[in-house]
Each structure stands twice: as C-alpha cells, then as structure tokens.
C-alpha cells in the first residue's frame, strides 16, 4: 500500500485519532480510551470517547505552550519532530504523575492516560492549574530511546 493510500484509509477509519498514540504505539504508555486497529501491517490507535479526546487533546495543548523554552520552540501550532513530539507525551505524562505522586519517582510506563489527566483535573481544578514547573522538569529529562548507529 502506498503512503497515499494509507493516509486516506487511515484518516477514514480513525475519525476520533488518539491524542497519545506515539506514546501509546511505543509502549512508554496505555489508555483505558485507547483502541488499536491495523491497517496494511501497520498499527493505529483511536479513542473510544469524544469527551476522552478532548481532554487529551487539551492537555497536549497545554504541555505543548508550557513546554516551548524547554523544546526550543517558537511556536504553539509548528508541527514538531517526532522527538520533541515524545518529550511533550511522555516527558509531560511523567511529569503529570510526579506532580500528583511526589513521593513516588516518575514510572517508565504510564498505566492510564485518561485515568491521570482525569485525576489531574479533580485535584488541580483544571489542567491549567498543574504546577508546571515540576512537568516541564520531566519534559526535560525524557530521553527517547538511542539514536542508532546505523549498519556496518
């Protein structure tokens, strides 16, 4: 299948994309909102609730603002690289733990997107009140894996 043909086919059949999917398909995290689907030996990720996307979507916008001097970014709406782009779900996830989770330190694996953000939202008040200095602090700190060396 050619790339054309699998955007088209991709964007048809996933109509409510996951916020997270790099995050998700990478395994550094799950999502009790979060279904996958295959299309030509390749893997995607959908959310399962409108209201569960949008508070995804919205927490992403707002790592994302937060998050520009520590990704040395000038703008809210650039397209990002994949790395940064993983600094800002992973990194962000991490850091939304630790700042709900001081005591414990930062998992390697998030168990549930959803379940955080919403956990963030009760005790917080909104997602714009998360005390960013401690996820922009695992924004920084998230390391993707290695670059490779290449073959010899």
Known sequence: MDSEA????????????????????????ACSRAE?????????????????????????????HQARFA???????????????MRIQVGGLRGIHVALHPEVPPPGRIADVHGLLVQACERFGSLAALPFQVVIQQIAAYQGRPKSRGRR
Do not use: S, W
Request: charged fraction near 25%; include cysteine; hydrophobic fraction near 40%.
């Open 6 to 29: 699998f955007r088209d086919t991709y964007r048809a059949m996933n109509e409510r994309f996951c916020a997270y999917e790099k995050a998700i398909l990478t395994n550094n995290c």
């Open 36 to 64: 996958r689907f295959c299309i030509a030996e390749r893997e995607g990720v959908h959310c399962n609730a409108d209201t569960a996307q949008a508070l995804c979507l919205e927490a992403l916008d707002t790592l994302r």
């Open 71 to 85: 990704l040395k970014a000038t703008h809210d709406n650039a397209v990002l690289p994949h790395n940064k782009a």
